[in-house]
């Protein structure tokens, strides 16, 4: 077959896939999801499921208007304001099963929020967890859902942060401040989709690798930029202000956070991952995001609890698990605990 044939046919596959998203969890990566695919594909069927304390930003009760302001290395510029389909979880006026549910909470989020869905989960349903630390929740939830669906993982290195008041307007402002790469687990015409949106996807039949190295990522960019207090291309420079002698650089110490990662992934799975490609992985994210608040950040500067524990935290413990000490991540997770009681 030709190209332009080959072309052509994932096309025409692509146009027979109209199956329903529905997206739990409407927090900057749910958004800018939900934004995206709206604005490729206007008359796609997508649509936002809300808390019932986001009552307010519903337009008409049925819609949401979402503006996505693109930055840093992105190069669309202009602001665009999107109205999204929405509903409230618990309000929805129809019961039929969910076909497609992305799942984009905080990772200590996703099962009580399934919980509350939990009746329109059926066999058919593909659920899709975009959450960080999917490592560390894939089995509870399994757990929870048994044979009831399919999970499909996900994972992204996209960058956006929420810009507005959580109160008092009616628009939700997000940031996509990093164009990243988004992967999903054995999906073909989903990933076709995602990637017809501009988010950059993939699939393949299994995406454990990247999320090793998309977790070897968040150990090092979340918890430094809530220490921090800055964005992910700030680092280096607030790091470097705190004067630290030379023989412990940034290089030095991302490069200990990493081995402990790269320790415990080489125990649970039996395969290599060698240290100077996670940090080379963990420098391409940082340039590619380095105008974004990372997620952790945001939940410092609203006073919300952190995902620390399903990132060092997961290491550490899957570590003591097979008798691998992780102190530089232990210390990393006392540290941003701490932030809470200050
Ligand atoms: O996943 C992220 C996060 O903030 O949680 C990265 C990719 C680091 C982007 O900020």
């Known amino acids: 077959m030709t190209s332009a044939s080959q072309q052509h046919a994932t096309n025409a596959a692509f146009f027979d896939f109209q199956e329903p998203i529905h997206i739990l969890g409407a927090g900057s990566i749910g958004l800018l999801w939900a934004a995206s695919i709206r604005s490729a594909l206007p008359s796609y069927p997508v649509q936002l499921l ?10 008409g009760g049925s819609k ?8 840093h290395n992105i190069t669309r510029r202009a602001p665009r304001t999107v109205q999204v389909p929405a509903a409230l979880i618990g309000e929805l006026n129809q019961k039929r099963p ?10 200590h989020q996703a099962l009580p929020a399934l919980t509350t869905v939990v009746d329109r989960i059926s066999p058919q349903t593909r659920i899709i967890l975009l959450c960080n630390g999917a490592l560390a929740i894939r089995e509870t939830l399994r757990e929870f859902l048994k044979e ?78 809530a220490l921090y207090r800055c964005r992910n291309g700030d680092i280096r420079r607030l790091y470097e202000q705190r004067n630290h002698p030379p023989e412990s650089s940034l290089d030095v110490y991302m490069m200990e ?9 080489h125990q649970m799975t039996g395969q290599e991952y060698a240290v100077e490609s996670l940090q ?63």
């Not at 076909?99 to 990772?107: D, G, I, S």
């Not at 992967?183 to 999320?211: F, K, Q, V, W």
């Not at 590619?288 to 997961?314: C, K, P, W």
Request: aromatic share 6%; proline share 2%; charged share 20%.
């Open 148 to 225: 009831r669906s399919r999970i499909h993982l996900a994972m992204t290195t996209h960058g956006a942060y929420r810009d507005d008041d959580d109160d008092d307007d009616e628009l939700y402002h997000v940031v996509h401040a990093g164009y990243g790469t988004t992967s999903i687990e054995d999906y073909p015409a989903m990933a076709h989709l995602l990637d017809l949106a501009g988010l950059n996807c993939t699939t393949s039949l299994t995406l454990d690798r990247e999320l090793w190295y998309k977790l070897a990522a968040n150990c090092v960019i979340n918890p430094l930029t």
């Open 50 to 59: 809300l808390r019932k304390n986001h009552q307010h930003r519903l337009l």
């Open 280 to 342: 080379t992985y963990v420098e391409t994210v940082i340039k590619a995001t380095s105008a974004n608040q990372s997620s952790m950040f945001q939940d410092v500067l609203a006073g919300r609890d952190t995902e620390i524990d399903y990132l060092n935290g997961f290491i550490v413990q899957q570590g003591q698990q097979r008798g691998l000490s992780c102190p530089v991540n232990q210390q990393l997770v006392k540290d941003v605990l701490g932030l809470r009681n200050r």
């Open 64 to 71: 949401v208007a979402i503006c996505v302001q693109a930055k």
């Open 257 to 265: 956070i990493v081995q402990e990662v790269s320790m415990v992934a």
């Open 98 to 107: 969910f076909q497609n549910l992305f799942v984009t909470t905080k990772a």
